[in-house]
């Protein structure tokens, strides 16, 4: 899937198109410490080409069916697993990051980890 990948000041924020994604088939994980890996699955639309057919049916039904069924002509829509990884140029915030999926559009927002300030300790 396409996504833009916008830095601010104090983060980035990820939009992906992901049409037909439900939540349950999305992941959304570190496998290090600085990759962002979006994954899932895209399973086929509900239409009566996806219907199983059952076997018990007799030849005649079944031949009858098929006559009527349209044929598919065209394909273009992904359907399968997929897989996205981001790598980020600061450290970021791993337990801050928040993500939504609204009308098929991911949002996630990464914030940027807080810059290491020096301490002085009085003894």
């Known amino acids: ?9 104090t983060g980035y924020e990820l939009h992906g198109e992901l049409p037909g994604v439900e939540r349950e088939n999305l992941r959304i994980e570190f496998t290090d410490d600085d990759a962002l890996v979006i994954s899932g699955h895209v399973g086929p639309a509900a239409s009566p080409l996806n ?12 031949a009858a069916a098929a006559a009527a069924a349209p044929r598919q002509w065209q394909t273009e829509r992904s ?4 897989s996205r990884r981001f790598l980020f140029a600061q ?4 337990d801050a990051i928040s993500a939504g999926l609204h009308n098929g ?8 980890a807080k810059r290491f300030q020096p301490r002085r300790i009085v003894v």
Do not use: Q
């Open 51 to 62: 219907e199983k057919k059952t076997p018990a049916a007799p030849a005649a039904a079944a």
């Open 91 to 94: 450290k970021v915030d791993r």
């Open 1 to 9: 899937p396409r996504f833009d990948v916008h830095e601010t000041k």
């Open 105 to 112: 559009v991911l949002v996630v927002s990464v914030p940027k």
């Open 79 to 82: 359907l399968g697993e997929f």
